[in-house]
C-alpha cells in the first residue's frame, strides 16, 4: 500500500477445516474463536504470534523497516498472545515415524499437487480493503472488487471482474500498488511447493492440535532477497494426515520503508478449506495493521489502519489433467456448442457481496 500524497495528512464423512466464524454456539466441536484486536478483543492464533513473525523479519531487514515491525508488533502482540479456543498447546518434541526434513519435502510434493489441481478449478475471488478512521471507527476509503477467475475456450485462465465499485480507498490517505495485488495473488493464498522450497528457510516448531486437525507447525521465511522479488514471512500450519497446508500467519517482505517511497502491507493470517475431500483450498484472508509513513518533503508523518479481507468462494473443476485424442489430434477443448462458464462464457454478474 502506497501513500496517497494528494491526501492531506490529517487524515478456510464431515468436512475437516479450520473455523473461521466469529461467534458459534458452545455445541460446536470445531469451533475456533478467532477474534481480530480491532474487533475489540482476542487475536490470531496464539503460536502464529505476529510479535515472533515480525521481529524475526527485524533482524534481517534495514533500521527503517524496524520502526514499522515495531509499531505493528505494538498493536497486535497483546492480543497475540492471548490463549484462544481451539489452539491446542505447542508441542516442541520432534515428529515420530519420520524426519522433519521427510515432512517437508513430503508437504512439498502434496503442495505441487495441490497447485496443479487448483490450476483446473474455477473460483470467485472476493476482495475489501478499508481504511478505518480510529477515532470514529468508521470506514474512511474503501476498495472492493469480485472477480470470477474461468478459462477461456483455449483453457487459458482469464479474469472476469463482476462487481466493482467506485474505488475510494485514496480517501484514506493510501493508494493500492501493484505489490498490493501481488501479494493479492500470490502470497495471501500461500502455497509451497517443491520448487519453492530452496527459496526459503523452514524451521520445524512442534505439532498443535487446530480444531479437530492435527498439525505440524513450521515457520518459514526468504533464504534470501532478490531485488524485485516478494516472499511470505511467518508461521505455517500443515496437515498430519493430508501433508497440506492448513492455516498461515503472517507478512509480505521485504517492505519498502523509504520516505516518500514507503510501500506497507499488514500481516495476515489465511485459512484453508478441504473442498474436494481431498486437497486444501485457501477459502478467507483477514489482514489487519497500522501503516506508518514518515513525515517528507515537508509532509507530516502519517498512521493509516487498515483492514483487509478476501474470499475464495464457488470452487468448480473446469477441466481434469487428461486430454481427448481423436486420430492422433487433441480434440479437449473443442466444443464450441458449450455454453458452460468455463468455455468462454463467464457466469452472470454477481450481485453486490454482503
Request: proline share 15%; charged share 15%.
Given at each position: 500500500m502506497a501513500r496517497n500524497s494528494h491526501i492531506p495528512d490529517i487524515l478456510r464423512?464431515?468436512?475437516?477445516?479450520?473455523?473461521?466464524?466469529q461467534s458459534a454456539p458452545a455445541s460446536n466441536?470445531?469451533?475456533?474463536?478467532?477474534?481480530?484486536?480491532?474487533?475489540?478483543?482476542?487475536?490470531?492464533?496464539?503460536?502464529?504470534?505476529?510479535?515472533?513473525?515480525?521481529?524475526?523479519?527485524?533482524?534481517?531487514?534495514?533500521?527503517?523497516?524496524?520502526?514499522?515491525?515495531?509499531?505493528?508488533?505494538l498493536a497486535f502482540g497483546t492480543q497475540f498472545a492471548q490463549a484462544q479456543k481451539g489452539f491446542g498447546p505447542l508441542d516442541p518434541a520432534p515428529p515420530t515415524g519420520a524426519t522433519v526434513d521427510q515432512i517437508i519435502a513430503k508437504f512439498g510434493a502434496r503442495e505441487t499437487e495441490f497447485r496443479d489441481a487448483r490450476d483446473n478449478y474455477t473460483f470467485r475471488q472476493s476482495v475489501k480493503i478499508d481504511g478505518i478512521d480510529d477515532d470514529t471507527g468508521k470506514v474512511m476509503g474503501e476498495y472492493q472488487q469480485v472477480t470470477d477467475i474461468v478459462f477461456d475456450r483455449d483453457g487459458k485462465r482469464s479474469e472476469h471482474v463482476v462487481y466493482a465499485p467506485q474505488n475510494t480507498i485514496d480517501n484514506a490517505g493510501v493508494t493500492m500498488s501493484p505489490t498490493d495485488f501481488d501479494e493479492i495473488e500470490h502470497r495471501l493464498?500461500?502455497?509451497?511447493?517443491?520448487e519453492d522450497l530452496p527459496k526459503y528457510t523452514v524451521?520445524?516448531?512442534?505439532?498443535?492440535?487446530?480444531?479437530d486437525l492435527d498439525t505440524y507447525v513450521f515457520e518459514a521465511g526468504p533464504v534470501r532477497i532478490q531485488k524485485g522479488q516478494h516472499y511470505f514471512q511467518g508461521k505455517v500450519w500443515v496437515d498430519q494426515q493430508d501433508?497440506?497446508?492448513?492455516?498461515?500467519?503472517?507478512?509480505t517482505v521485504p517492505q519498502d520503508t523509504r520516505p516518500g517511497h514507503e510501500d506497507l502491507q499488514p500481516p495476515f493470517t489465511t485459512y484453508y478449506e478441504q473442498i474436494d475431500g481431498k486437497n486444501w483450498f485457501p477459502t478467507y484472508t483477514k489482514a489487519e495493521g497500522v501503516l506508518h509513513f514518515a513525515a517528507q518533503n515537508g509532509a507530516l508523518s502519517q498512521d493509516v489502519h487498515l483492514r483487509s479481507v478476501v474470499r475464495y468462494t464457488d470452487y468448480k473443476q473446469f477441466r481434469s489433467t487428461s486430454r481427448i485424442i481423436y486420430n492422433g489430434e487433441d480434440i479437449?477443448?473443442?466444443?464450441?456448442?458449450?455454453?458452460?462458464?468455463?468455455?468462454?462464457?463467464?457466469?452472470?454478474?454477481?450481485?453486490?457481496?454482503?
Open positions: 464423512s464431515k468436512p475437516r477445516r479450520i473455523t473461521i466464524l466441536p470445531l469451533f475456533c474463536r478467532i477474534m481480530h484486536p480491532w474487533d475489540g478483543g482476542g487475536g490470531y492464533p496464539p503460536a502464529a504470534s505476529s510479535t515472533h513473525v515480525l521481529a524475526a523479519a527485524a533482524s534481517k531487514y534495514p533500521m527503517p523497516a524496524r520502526f514499522l515491525i515495531l509499531l505493528l508488533t493464498p500461500f502455497i509451497l511447493t517443491t524451521t520445524y516448531l512442534g505439532r498443535q492440535k487446530v480444531d501433508f497440506e497446508i492448513v492455516l498461515v500467519n503472517g507478512t479437449t477443448n473443442d466444443h464450441p456448442n458449450d455454453q458452460s462458464p468455463g468455455n468462454g462464457n463467464p457466469p452472470a454478474p454477481a450481485a453486490p457481496p454482503k
